[in-house]
């Protein structure tokens, strides 16, 4: 079941007041379309009826996924629920696989991960090493504080080759893609990549 709140709310671009849905809980099992809003960055905004511009409500979400067992959370708070925690405890002892992420870039990622049956630890170690050599070649040019973002976007199936494929970007201006051949990995990461079942319980 999905949970949602309609509430009052000023736009942030002309403080005309607003009657805004947004979701705290999704089930995308019992409502595949609110799969498809997340995806797209569609779910918990809509246009200003006066200005026209796009409102956005940033909050925490759950994303329940009962044919895969699949439970991604967006945590924005570091807030302790122990009542949350035993129930998710359960979901997790009839084999959910549960993720906590902090935006919603990294819920899509994750989404996208598992929606081409992909081991995510294995996935998330080869993002961190083409992070790290992103962030490396940029303070060679100069010294900044800036840092690349990788997300997992697909996997490209050639006809001798296969390949994880990234989107990454230190603006969002400015996204390239970069792809990794599965035959890099090492064979304990091969053997993982295909094995989500080792990741229940």
């Known amino acids: 079941m999905s949970l949602f709140k309609v509430i009052q709310e000023n736009c942030p671009h002309c403080n005309a007041i607003q009657e805004i ?4 809980t999704v089930n995308v099992t019992l409502e595949p379309n609110l799969k498809e809003e997340v995806l797209s960055g569609t779910l918990n905004s809509k246009k200003c009826t006066n200005c026209r511009k796009e409102i956005t409500i940033f909050s925490g979400l759950l994303y329940h996924d009962m044919e895969n067992r699949l439970m991604f959370e967006v945590k924005v708070s570091d807030e302790q629920d122990e009542r949350k925690a035993e129930t998710l ?3 997790k002892k ?4 549960y993720r906590e992420v902090h935006s919603y870039p990294e819920l899509v ?3 996208h991960i598992f929606d081409n049956k992909l081991n995510d630890q294995v996935v998330e170690s080869v993002s961190n090493k083409l992070k790290a050599m992103l962030d490396e070649s940029l303070k060679q040019v100069k010294e900044t504080d800036i840092e690349f973002n990788v997300f997992f976007k697909k996997i490209e199936k050639g006809l001798f080759k296969k390949k994880l494929v990234f ?17 890099n990995l090492s064979a304990n990461e091969r053997k993982d990549l295909y094995t989500i079942d080792s990741l229940r319980g």
């Open 21 to 24: 849905k947004y979701y705290q």
């Open 89 to 91: 405890n359960e979901f």
């Open 94 to 97: 009839n084999g959910y696989i």
């Open 109 to 111: 990622e994750k989404i």
């Open 167 to 183: 989107f990454c970007f230190s603006h969002p201006s400015q996204i390239m893609e970069m792809k990794y051949e599965i035959k």
